[in-house]
């Protein structure tokens, strides 16, 4: 049996993600992405071209979106990285999961985490987005599932629900339109 | 027909490499001469990683500019002339109250670039420095084997024009058009030296070598010229309002006396490898009111210069029909109100 | 149904089942599994379209450290394919490759990195074919052939029939209408990338985990291109990130790790990168069609002729099924009383076309939904109008012998009318701003399965634990539509009981019962049923041993939240968890199932598979948009979309349901292109999310939903379907309104600005395709129709319907 690799060096070092400190080890060339799915078991960030053409792979780099699959791991050493692992409080999901499950903003699932993420961003700038700015804010997103609009609308719930828990969507948006 | 170098795979991973985080220009410079031609700088890397995953470039030392300081931020005074750090991110320059107000044209430009999150990630020196793209080029090894390659890289024909002794790909930086309107400078830095450039100077209409920057010199400072009674503006072509590179940019600047335009500069995005100056649009231009009629013949004019060929999206005639639009738009902005 | 109405959960807006674990990055895509000792696995694919292989050397690539194992298409020589008369695909190409990206060899190695090195280390020598790239290089190219089966030579599948006397009837029209169509094809583009793991355990048993629409197909594809017994494989699938059609096709790569793990006795993981999923493909078939009309003067349609030509790509796929698509739901709108159809599918080096969502209809529909605009606005009638006028009326069978149930597309459209002010702003609106509608129906499930036989087309097992919990087994598989909680939904409704205390387990051919798969809007019809019927079983029982305890008659006995009492003395009763222990008591461990078949089709002809359905859904949709005259730009303003669902299941379900696919069809009609570069060998021209455009945030407009409710007594609660649907009408309601609102005509999809340009600068002011090819076709099969008093069999007993002992014959009904 061939097993005998080429020599690979790690580079060991020290990420935060969601909260914690982690030390990880891994090749060098390695993206982000790569270092959460592969080296650091956290499959819920999504890769859907890994080019930076789809924004499947959003995480949170000190607070900001950025595409998993366009940053390199080694650069983030000291770099406080959010991924969609860490939203929920505990056993408590964030308001966004819980808008986003209610309102069926996650169809198939597989772009929901990095949407999440960059919704996540959004509501920490401006608590009151409106259609539009959410509408910008996502742009950098696809889903080939919703259409956006349960999106827009779970975002919208979401931003209500940290002010008001209590606040509930419209009929249109659980029950469809009347004429 | 099967592949033969080692690196030379499809997956979208990227090529391996050695890294180097420098924390000074100087440093930075040293670094760049002492790897000579096999190494890159990278800045938010959204131009230089997806081409090192599709092969295009797999360089053997990579010099993150990310620690050096005082490459980052925007500095001094409109009427004086702002400064802008190439490692500048494009959503901080999108966010400077101090450029949206003065450098309309810029902060659209920007802000028409890609998607928020890339933004978050791009900087404007990377934007200015962005490879040129071509759709027989911005693919993964496989598909390029399939094609036989092409001149841009592992191969040696160019595909768009067989005939053609250089590379076609087009310049696709949307700030790249702007500053060459609105005659930036740009400061360059190497270890043997420094020297300033205009904008315009840095392109070179050859998809290949498009830049007449030295592979060792850093690209340290943006200068953009003193507000002094100019309009600028940038319009912008693609098929999608986020991700989509442009497919023809339209940089344009004039100052006025009045509402007489003394001077005006028209330069085209994408239309070639390297922004294009539509001078006889712009000259045309001078001594008017930027009324309808004037605008209408230096949109005519507009349209020769624009060269566009089939390697990007849309229909080439149809993009070179585009030209005479949104040249207008471009100076019925700059008309305002 | 004896389920008691007002319904708990069924018609509410209940959170998805499994909405909290996508929320929180839980749940398992295929990619997303790692096992021990998981080896990685990469393709080699062919990089010129038509050629034959002479030779492989994979010397080299074997010798590589950290190379596990090689495999070429010598190893697995068995064909395979999804449909039983297209078993034309291999594994690996073992001679012949048919497209670029067709793969023709594979590596298993340690990592992703080795194993890409070592497969760019294989040697191929191919002798290159000429190349036939599309419609036309097949018609008249009958050689070098393609494949050594077909209807001649470069020509797959030629189709032609005929209900009724058509010549006759556009005789008698007082006007005759004619268009030629183009419909340029596309692909489903999930956000997930196909991936599989295969794993072997020590004693014998293959586990094969798939981002597959369709298991059971999976399973018998393995078992019979690795010739094991299929009782020691096992196909599990991953909840699909996306299929739309895309994963419905057994694919090479689920063969290949499999092949390898059994090799290796190791794990084996492949995921495909993005450009591998546009060889993929099995999407949408480029159609060129002809349609022509004769109306009599009132409006009515007297007779119609429809003539379909797909390019399909390098292999069968569900080519044919896909053919006899483009040609079967003309009728179920607007009633046509005689109907011929002619279909003629070719063989292209191009990536497989197959299914994609709404399946070889929306091609079709697009055609007849401009069409009807053109005929209705030269005599002078509204659109909205003539379609009004002249339903498919309800409990009806239609020329070509399809039964239609509940038929609500007249309150579609009049929803939609409303919803838009239609009456005030057609053909009122300023030059550049405009309005169109269109309509549409779609099957909700194909009425006889790919491999006919006499079994259930699914099936549903319950276990009731002594907790109360139940525990839903069905071969069903989610792929984002739904389907667990649609499933969830129903037996809770049943049961009277939370939707939560359900586990359901999907798509897992050891654990479930078949289900045959996620396509053709199959499930919430037929896995519904079944449900009700599994659930009415164990509800049976449980009310049974309630009765007993109570000592009151059967019949009075009810659940509901949570509880099982009497109707007549709500407060005699006792808890689910109580009913489950006393009837586990009573008779043993209480296990139930519940099974679905559709109702025997009518038409009896050959080629009456394709078409018949339980039940038809209908939609009908009003575009709102800008064109500017000057670039032909379209700017989409606003829709309002309409869709019969027959019983709303989960209003915000259906809601999904319907505006994603506004979404994919605004991007069908507007930019997405599958296209593919003839100078350059037929590489496909750009297989990137970057290139391929699919709208973002920023395109899309806004969109009302309607839901509208005309139950059908084949659906489960009277429920339709609503994944595909209301695709359909979005594609011709664009090229409705860009006529209103510049007054050209774009007979072609996708509706680019640059064609819009050319169609106003155009003395026609029309773009596109004016011939169709000249293909000689089988005489047609002639089968009268039901008001000529035909019994859904051809005339003079000829073109009946093959018939085979069940499990063998040759089906083409997905
Ligand atoms: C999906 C997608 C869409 C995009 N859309 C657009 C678009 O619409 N418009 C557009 O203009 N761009 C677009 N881009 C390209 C890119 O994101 C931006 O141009 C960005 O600004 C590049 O900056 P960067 O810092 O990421 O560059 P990098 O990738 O870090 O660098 C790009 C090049 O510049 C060189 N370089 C960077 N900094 C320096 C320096 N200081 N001195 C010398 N050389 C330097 C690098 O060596 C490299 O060759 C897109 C990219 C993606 C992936
Ligand atoms: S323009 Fe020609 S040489 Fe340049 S990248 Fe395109 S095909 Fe290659
Ligand atoms: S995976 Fe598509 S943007 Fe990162
Ligand atoms: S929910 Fe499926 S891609 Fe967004």
């Keep these: 049996m061939k097993t005998r690799l080429p020599r690979k060096r790690k580079v060991h070092l020290r990420i935060r993600v969601n909260g914690e400190t982690h030390e990880v080890a891994f090749a060098p060339h390695k993206t982000l992405l790569e270092v959460l799915r592969e080296d650091m078991g956290l499959t819920g960030t999504k890769h859907g071209c890994e080019l930076g053409e789809c924004g499947t792979c959003t995480v949170l780099i000190d607070g900001e979106p950025q595409l998993s699959c366009l940053v390199l791991g080694l650069e983030c050493e000291g770099m406080d990285i959010i991924t969609v692992e860490g939203l929920a409080d505990g056993p408590q999901p964030h308001p966004l999961q819980q808008s986003f499950a209610e309102l069926g903003a996650a169809q198939c699932g597989y772009c929901t985490p990095g949407i999440l993420l960059a919704s996540k961003a959004l509501l920490d700038e401006d608590p009151n987005p409106p259609r539009d700015r959410i509408r910008e804010a996502l742009s950098g997103n696809l889903c080939r599932c919703t259409g956006y609009i349960k999106i827009y609308e779970a975002v919208e719930l979401a931003a209500r629900r940290l002010k008001d828990p209590k606040a509930e969507p419209s009929r249109e948006i659980l029950r469809g339109y009347e004429v | ?337 | ?814």
């Design chain 2, 1 to 337: 027909m099967a592949g033969s170098g080692e690196n030379k795979t499809a997956m979208m991973r990227l090529s391996k490499f050695k890294y180097l985080a420098p924390r000074s220009v100087n440093d930075a410079a040293k670094m760049l001469a002492d790897a000579g031609p096999t190494a890159s700088v990278v800045a938010g890397g959204t131009d230089l990683y997806p081409n090192m995953k599709r092969r295009h470039q797999t360089p053997k030392t990579l010099i993150g500019l990310r620690r050096v300081e005082g490459m980052r931020g925007v500095s001094g005074t409109p009427e004086g002339g702002l400064r802008i750090g190439p490692m500048t991110t494009l959503t901080a320059l999108e966010r400077n109250a101090t450029v949206k107000a003065a450098h309309p044209g810029l902060w659209k430009a920007v802000h028409s670039i890609s998607t928020p999150i890339l933004r978050n990630m791009g900087t404007l020196g990377g934007n200015i420095c962005l490879d040129t793209r071509c759709n027989y080029y911005d693919q993964n090894y496989e598909w390029r084997r399939a094609i036989n390659f092409c001149m841009k890289c592992d191969g040696d024909t160019c595909w768009v024009a067989p005939g053609s002794k250089v590379c076609l790909a087009v310049s696709s930086s949307d700030t790249a058009p702007l500053l060459c309107a609105i005659g930036a400078r740009l400061h360059l830095v190497s270890a043997t030296g420094e020297r300033e450039i205009a904008a315009h100077e840095l392109y070179r209409r050859d998809g290949i070598h498009f830049l007449s920057k030295r592979p060792d010199e850093l690209l340290t400072e943006i200068v953009l010229p003193a507000t002094n009674g100019w309009r600028s503006t940038y319009r912008k072509l693609r098929r999608r309002e986020a991700f989509d590179f442009p497919v023809l940019g339209v940089g344009a600047w004039a100052s006025f006396d009045g509402p007489v335009v003394k001077e005006a500069r028209i330069f085209l995005g994408a239309v070639s490898p390297a922004p294009v100056e539509a001078a006889e649009a712009a000259k045309s231009l001078v001594g008017t009111r930027l009324e309808p009629d004037a605008v209408a013949r230096a949109s005519d004019l507009a349209y020769g210069p624009a060269k566009p060929v089939d390697n990007t999206d849309f229909l080439t005639r149809w993009r070179k029909e585009m030209t005479k639009v949104y040249v207008k738009g471009a100076l019925e902005d700059l008309r305002g109100s």
């Design chain 3, 1 to 814: 149904m004896s389920s008691p109405r007002p319904f708990k959960t069924i018609g509410h807006p209940v959170r998805k089942i499994d909405g909290l674990s996508k929320c929180a990055g839980v749940t398992k895509f295929a990619d997303d599994l790692v096992l021990p000792r998981m080896l990685f696995c990469k393709l080699l694919r062919a990089p010129i379209p038509h050629a034959l292989i002479r030779k492989i050397d994979t010397r080299r690539a074997a010798k590589r450290p950290g190379v596990f194992a090689v495999l070429t298409g010598k190893s697995l020589p068995v064909p395979f394919g999804i449909l039983p008369v297209s078993q034309d695909e291999h594994a690996l190409c073992p001679d012949h490759v048919r497209f670029v990206g067709d793969p023709v060899a594979a590596v298993a190695a340690v990592d992703e990195d080795v194993a890409f090195d070592a497969m760019n280390a294989i040697r191929v020598d191919y002798e290159p074919l000429k190349e036939i790239l599309s419609i036309e290089d097949a018609i008249q190219n009958p050689e070098p052939r393609l494949h050594d089966y077909g209807d001649d030579g470069n020509i797959h599948k030629k189709v032609s029939l005929e209900f009724g006397d058509v010549a006759k009837g556009l005789a008698g029209a007082d006007q005759v209408f004619e268009d030629t169509m183009y419909f340029e094809g596309n692909t489903h583009l999930p956000m997930e990338q196909h991936s599989a793991l295969a794993a072997v355990d020590p004693d014998g048993k293959l586990t094969v985990w798939s981002s597959t629409q369709t298991p059971h197909y999976v399973h018998r594809a393995l078992a019979k291109v690795l010739e094991m017994p299929p009782a020691r494989i096992r196909v599990i699938a991953c909840p699909n990130g996306g299929g739309f059609g895309g994963k419905s096709d057994p694919f090479n790569h689920e063969i290949v790790v499999a092949k390898l793990a059994l090799m290796t006795g190791r794990p084996v993981k492949v995921t495909l990168t993005r450009e591998e999923v546009f060889y993929c493909h099995r999407g949408r078939h480029p159609v060129l069609m002809r349609v022509k009309t004769g109306v009599r003067k009132d409006g009515s349609i007297a007779a119609m002729h429809f003539k379909s030509f797909l390019d399909g790509g390098g292999y069968g796929s569900y080519g044919v099924a896909s053919t006899y698509y483009t040609g079967a739901l003309q009728t179920v709108t607007y009633q046509v009383p005689q109907y011929r159809f002619d279909g003629v599918r070719c063989f292209t080096n191009k990536p497989p076309c197959g299914p994609k969502r709404g399946h070889g209809t929306p091609q079709p529909r697009f055609a007849l939904e401009v069409h009807i605009d053109k005929i209705s606005e030269r005599l002078g009638i509204d659109p909205a109008e003539w379609r009004l006028r002249n339903l498919q009326p309800a409990n009806s069978l239609t020329a070509n012998h399809l039964r239609i149930g509940s038929m609500g597309l007249g309150k579609c459209i009049e929803k939609v009318v409303r919803g838009s002010d239609w009456r005030n702003r057609f053909r009122r609106l300023p030059f550049g701003r405009g309005l169109g509608l269109a309509c549409s129906s779609y099957l909700c499930g194909a009425g006889l399965p790919i491999y006919w036989n006499n079994m259930p087309h699914t099936g549903v097992q319950l276990k009731l634990d002594r907790g109360g919990g139940v525990c839903v087994f069905c071969g069903e598989i989610d792929i984002g539509q739904g389907s667990d909680t649609v499933l969830a939904q129903t037996v809770a409704e049943v049961l009277g009981i939370d939707p939560y205390d359900i586990r359901v387990v999907y798509g897992d051919t050891d654990l479930t019962p078949v289900d045959l798969g996620s396509y053709s809007s199959r499930v919430t019809l037929m896995m519904g049923n079944a449900a009700i019927q599994a659930a009415e079983r164990a509800r049976e029982l449980l009310a049974q041993a309630a009765a007993e305890k109570f000592q009151i008659p059967v019949n009075r006995i009810v659940c509901a939240g949570g509880r099982v009492f009497d109707a007549g003395d709500p407060e005699r009763g006792m808890t689910f968890a109580e009913a489950v222990v006393a009837a586990e008591a009573k008779y043993g461990t209480i296990g139930t199932v519940g099974s679905y078949t559709p109702p025997v089709s009518h038409g009896k002809f050959r080629g009456s598979g394709v078409g018949p359905s339980p039940a038809y859904s209908y939609s009908a949709a009003v575009v709102d948009l800008t064109v500017s005259p000057e670039t032909g730009w379209i700017t989409v303003n606003k829709i309002w979309v309409a869709h019969d669902v027959g019983q709303c299941i989960n209003p915000v379900l259906v809601m999904g349901q319907v505006e994603g696919s506004v979404y994919m069809g605004l991007g069908e009609a507007l930019m997405e292109e599958q296209v593919f570069r003839r100078d350059r060998h037929g590489v496909h021209k750009f297989p990137s999310l970057l290139e391929y455009k699919s709208l973002t945030t920023m395109e899309m407009p806004e969109v009302v939903t309607y839901i509208v409710e005309d139950p059908d007594p084949n659906g489960p609660f009277g429920a339709k379907e609503v994944g595909q649907g209301p695709l359909l009408p979005i594609m011709p309601a664009v090229a409705n309104a860009v006529y209103d609102a510049v007054r050209v005509r774009v007979d072609e999809v996708p509706i680019t600005p640059d064609k819009v340009l050319k169609a106003l600068q155009s003395p026609s002011k029309r773009y596109g395709p004016t011939r169709i090819p000249e293909v000689t076709l089988p005489e047609p099969i002639r089968v009268p129709t039901p008001v000529e008093g035909g019994d859904g069999r051809a005339a003079g007993g000829e073109g009946e319907r093959k018939k085979k002992p069940s499990g063998a014959s040759a089906g083409v009904s997905p």
